[in-house]
């Protein structure tokens, strides 16, 4: 007998504002869950949560003695204030998920009624953690297969904001950061793999890349990281820089767009200031 106990909150907020014919939309999502499972039998589970541009995958199956708790809270673009006891709209993105686990493989038989024996369901253990961060072109993953016995602690963090302002004609500007990482501190007998792939906008141009595998009976405690981090600021060119900066400030396909008679203009060459008259 399997005994359960699993906990879920959701909570799904949309606004929709109208103001002088302009229509604005806000749409954004929390979601957080607590579960624990404690048992000895078959059991298989499949997670798979998503916020914009980040994702979190779990799964594990096995036949056994198995312990299990996880906590998983994910945001995209809201936020719950506490002392108001509201929420509000941010450009943020975020997945935060904890869980620990305990299993020991063991051959089980299901007896479902008098009249119905099963035969046996063996089962070797599996558990997998995989975390994308598609913004910023990075994913960790932690595998853990054909498992006489695991004990397993793992924490997972994925952060995303990203402020675009184009305010024309004063110029735009866009701020990104972005926070990834996986901890593991596991202890297994089977196999068990470890990966790491950061890229640079594509598959073809790999900044770091880890791949280890265990085959047998170990310990391992591992933490992986990745931050990253752009500012983008552009400021408007003076259209007609005249004598504050002159022709030289101008950019090359700005100046080829006057002709070569606008320099005596640009440059203020043809500037003469007024002479003085005698009293």
């Known amino acids: 007998m399997i005994h359960r106990l699993a906990m879920a909150f959701i909570v799904s907020v949309v606004l929709v504002g109208v103001t002088w014919g302009a229509v604005t939309e806000d749409l954004g999502y929390i979601y957080s869950m607590d579960q624990k499972v404690e048992g000895n039998g078959f059991f298989s589970s499949y997670k798979n949560i998503t916020a914009g541009n980040l994702v979190l995958g779990s799964k594990g199956h096995g036949s056994g003695s198995y312990s299990y708790e996880a906590k998983l809270r994910s945001e995209l673009d809201f ?3 506490s002392e108001s ?23 089980n038989r299901l007896q479902l009624g008098k009249s119905f024996k099963s035969g046996a369901f063996p089962s070797l253990g599996k558990e997998v953690t995989c975390i994308k961060n598609y913004g910023a072109g990075v994913s960790m993953n932690a595998h853990f297969d054909s498992l006489d016995t695991l ?7 994925l952060y995303w904001k990203d ?29 068990g ?15 770091k890349m880890i791949d280890e ?10 933490k992986m990281s990745h931050e990253f981090n752009y500012k983008l600021k552009a400021e408007p060119e003076d259209w007609l820089p005249c004598c504050f900066g002159g022709w ?29 008259i005698a009293a």
């Open 248 to 276: 030289s400030d101008m950019n090359f396909r700005d100046q080829k767009g006057f002709g070569k008679s606008a320099k005596g203009v640009f440059d203020c060459t043809c500037f003469v200031p007024p002479r003085s």
């Open 213 to 222: 595998d265990y085959i047998g009976t170990f310990s391992i405690v591992k």
């Open 163 to 191: 402020i675009f302002s184009d305010d024309y004609p004063y110029g735009e500007s866009e701020e990104t950061s972005s926070r990834t990482s996986l901890n593991v501190d596991a202890a297994f007998t089977g196999r």
């Open 85 to 107: 006891q509201d929420y509000y709209g941010t450009s943020d993105r975020r997945i935060v998920f904890d869980e620990s686990a305990d299993y020991a493989y063991g051959i």
């Open 193 to 207: 793999h470890f990966g790491l792939l950061a890229v640079n906008g594509s598959v073809h141009d790999v900044q």
């Open 151 to 157: 004990s397993k602690d793992i924490s997972a963090s």
């Open 79 to 81: 936020k719950f204030d």
